[in-house]
């Protein structure tokens, strides 16, 4: 099956998605197996990857350890071959209840060949909040347009459905970045509150360790001690 891959069309495939892809959709074979469909997944995974790591080195240079920086370029690819097969049995049964009648296949080619926009996704998705909203968006497009070139499905239908779709998983999404963001910010505060009570905690020990050092000079000698003294 590999053989029968040609890797080399893969960027002029991702091309042909990103800027033709009522064309593309039209024009898609509907069977044909999985394996060229999740290869191209695994390779935008891949870019995608790249670009995060990139972002990971040049944002967080001297805050995230080697391999917290490199693990995008690992698990992304992964993510990205896993999430495929997952995000078309979610499009199926919802293309299904739309009025489809096409298979799972069909519709996990529609869902993997989505992912040409993973790298554009990524890129933007250093913007806080915009960036998210803004895939959302790019996502929807994509899937109205497979809905109506593949499925058959009527586009103010198509609008209708993954529109209220996607600005639920929006406002959810949103929700959650905020909160994880003003999670981060606490406990950065909290992190900073306990250096300096660890600081304050060490200075007052330092304090009472000269202390107790001074008290025992300022001490008159024992008599056993004047007794060693005199000896």
């Known amino acids: 099956m590999a053989e029968e891959i040609n890797f080399a069309a893969i960027p002029q495939t991702a091309i042909r998605v990103i800027t033709s892809p009522a064309e593309f959709y039209r024009e898609m074979p509907k069977s044909g197996g999985f394996v060229e469909p999740l290869v191209f997944v695994v390779a935008m995974g891949c870019i995608a990857g ?3 790591t990139v972002f990971n080195f040049v944002l967080y240079f001297s805050d995230m350890a080697f391999m917290a920086k490199v693990m995008s370029l690992i698990m992304m690819p992964i993510f990205a071959a896993i999430g495929s097969f997952i995000g078309a049995a979610i499009l199926f049964f919802i293309w299904k209840l739309m009025g489809s009648q096409e298979s799972y296949e069909t519709s996990y080619r529609c869902a993997a060949y989505l992912s040409a926009v993973t790298p554009i996704t990524a890129l933007i998705g250093i913007i806080p909040y915009f960036g998210t909203l803004i895939g959302m968006l790019i996502g929807l497009l994509y899937v109205v ?3 109506v070139e593949v499925h058959t499905i009527p586009a103010k239908k198509a ?3 993954f529109g209220i779709l996607t600005a639920v998983l929006a406002f959810g999404s949103l929700g959650a970045t905020y909160k994880a963001r ?3 910010k606490e406990a950065e505060v909290r992190g900073k509150q306990m250096g300096e009570a660890a600081k304050v ?3 007052a ?3 009472m360790q000269r202390q107790s050092l001074q008290r025992q000079q300022d001490q008159p000698p024992s008599q056993e001690q004047q ?3 005199q000896e």
């Open 227 to 229: 007794r060693q003294m």
């Open 145 to 147: 347009i497979a809905s």
């Open 205 to 207: 020990a330092e304090q």
């Open 50 to 52: 790249i670009i995060q």
């Open 201 to 203: 905690m060490q200075r």
């Open 159 to 161: 609008w209708l459905v």
């Open 182 to 184: 003003q999670f981060a």
